[in-house]
């Protein structure tokens, strides 16, 4: 089982992201509980429902769960334990807490992954253990959605055999936030300056009007990305949470690509959205988690591929979320 790296999804194809979205003003959720996902995390008579791959042989042994690792392995995943049945939500954070010793000095690889191929990991952590029981916690938000997640602890590689030991195991997860009030990555999305910070290509004009920035497309194009509305130099960071919000209208009625990607090949997109949009202007929102940190993502409106000519308007454009200073 090893970590299968994301497949990029380029500007001329749907990127997959971890999105929610509402048409019109979303409202704040209640705070859920976190949910734990382990039901023995401690041990007390048995094992079970956790497994081991055939080379190891474990036991409930004092309230831990104990394991004998072989030598002669050669990569982590050839000595597993694990368990099966987390379900992965895209864009919940888990959180994984654990106890665990080994009778020689052994760096293990910590994996909330998929159970199946290709085993994509939304978390994989390198462990440093010793013979003193030592508490680890983890942190991270799943980019997929599964209902078949498992909690890997990949123990192979070792040229010895030795003893590892695992107690107070946890595996929780909530819904992933963003602070409403969170840094703010676009500049002038109100366009109270104008046009400035904003580029558009292929549009036959663009202007700000009464607050909005307003583009004439012509007809005929033959895709969305043909002609477009967009800011670069956007930054993200890996597994942060962001909310990509904005108002827009289409006259006559249209529909547009709204899409937080890379700003430059392969264009890998973070979150690409198709929408419908009509001579009312509506408030969109997508609440995504980056699925890589970059310092020159853009967000773009692809508004070409329309058969008659369209005035495409766009508002309040805003991407919050990301460290605080």
């Known amino acids: 089982m090893q970590r299968i790296p994301r497949r ?9 992201a971890t999105a929610l979205v509402s048409a019109g ?19 007390s ?9 055939s080379n190891v042989t474990m036991s409930a042994t004092g309230g831990q769960l104990c394991a004998q690792v072989p030598s002669g392995t ?26 665990a010793s080994a009778s020689v000095p052994t760096t293990i690889k910590t994996n909330l992954q998929l159970s ?30 599964d209902e078949q ?29 963003v602070d409403p009030n969170g840094p703010e990555q676009v500049t002038n999305g109100g366009f109270d300056e104008g046009l400035s910070g904003w580029y558009t290509y292929e549009t036959t004009s663009a202007a700000v009007t009464d607050g909005q920035l307003c583009a004439v497309v012509p007809a005929g194009l033959e ?25 827009a209208s289409a006259s006559p009625a249209a529909s547009i690509r709204a899409t937080v990607q890379l700003g430059e090949d392969p264009y890998t997109a973070y979150l690409t ?23 020159i993502a853009q967000v773009a409106f692809q508004v070409g591929g329309a058969s008659t000519e369209t005035t495409i308007c766009v508002d309040n454009v805003s991407l919050r979320g990301g460290p605080t200073e």
């Open 8 to 16: 990029a999804a380029t500007a001329l194809a749907t990127g997959a």
């Open 25 to 43: 003003l979303m409202a704040s959720p209640a705070q859920a509980a976190p949910t734990e996902h382990i039901t023995n995390g401690t041990f």
């Open 45 to 53: 008579s048995t094992t079970d429902p956790w497994w081991a791959t």
């Open 74 to 99: 050669v990569e982590l995943w050839d000595a597993i334990v694990g368990y099966n049945g987390i379900p992965l939500v895209k864009g919940d954070v888990y959180t994984v807490t654990f106890e």
């Open 116 to 145: 199946e191929e290709p085993y994509t990991a939304v978390m994989s952590r390198d462990t440093a253990l010793t013979s003193q029981l030592t508490a680890f916690t983890y942190t991270s938000t799943s980019a997929v959605d």
């Open 149 to 177: 997640g498992a909690f890997a602890l990949q123990l192979g590689g070792g040229s010895e055999s030795w003893r590892f030991c695992l107690d107070n195991v946890s595996v929780t997860s909530e819904p992933g936030t």
């Open 223 to 247: 895709n969305p990305w043909d002609a477009g509305i967009g800011q670069n130099d956007i930054p993200l960071v890996e597994d942060e949470r962001y909310t990509f919000a904005f108002e």
């Open 273 to 295: 959205r198709t929408i419908a949009l009509t001579g009312d202007a509506k408030q969109f929102t997508y609440t995504f988690t980056a699925s890589a940190s970059t310092t």
